[in-house]
């Protein structure tokens, strides 16, 4: 069963940040927890039968831009082609915030979705305006995937209520600790079910 989890946290995007540079050309419908193997991971959704829904997310977020995972001699790269630019931008070329975007969709549109996926502030580094565009994603996730979004963005919480049935658990900082909204004092009882 706890194969089955996947848990994205972060997404390296400094210079050094295997997503910026050429990775090695294999199989990968699922991305790996550090985005790793984003440009694999890309093309193999893209193979799979969600070209569209990966065209779509890339629109959403950037109108006219094209995207594209690049395989020569030294691997496969994440590329984007942008209105008025005559030549493609590499993954060395891209904002982190791009980067993170690109791997939220690779790990949401999934082939072999999971049944339970985690989201760790995937508001991190994010521009404002791509916010609605990762909501509306995320509302597009199987409903035999448990999705659990922890953030500190009510932008993005309010986005994703907006597009399916949520359960949010509001937790706020009481004397040093995280607890549950509306309980704070010296007892604590941790209740999820409504």
């Known amino acids: ?49 969600f070209r569209d829904a990966l065209e779509e997310a890339v629109e959403l977020a950037f109108p006219g831009c094209q995207l594209r995972a690049q395989g020569d001699e030294g691997g496969f790269r994440i590329e984007i082609l942008r209105p008025g630019l005559s030549r493609w931008l590499g993954g060395s070329e891209l904002s982190d915030g791009t980067l993170r975007y690109l791997s939220l969709i690779a790990a949401l549109l999934t082939p072999r979705p999971p049944r339970l996926l985690v989201l760790n502030e995937p508001e991190a580094s994010l521009n404002e305006g791509l916010l609605a565009p990762l909501a509306e994603m995320i509302a597009k996730i199987p409903a035999e995937t448990q999705l659990i979004v922890v953030t500190h963005s009510e932008t993005l919480a309010t986005a994703i209520s907006e597009r399916i049935e949520t359960t949010r658990v509001r937790l706020i900082s009481y004397e040093g600790e995280t607890r549950l909204e509306g309980q704070g004092g010296a007892r604590r009882v941790w209740t999820f079910d409504d």
Do not use: C, K, M
């Not at 995007?13 to 790996?32: C, E, F, K, Y």
């Open 1 to 49: 069963v706890l194969s089955d989890w996947r848990f994205y946290h972060h997404f390296r995007t400094d210079a050094d940040s295997p997503i910026r540079r050429a990775q090695v050309g294999s199989w990968s419908p699922v991305l790996h927890h550090d985005g790793s193997n984003l440009a694999s991971a890309w093309q193999s959704i893209a193979e799979s039968g």
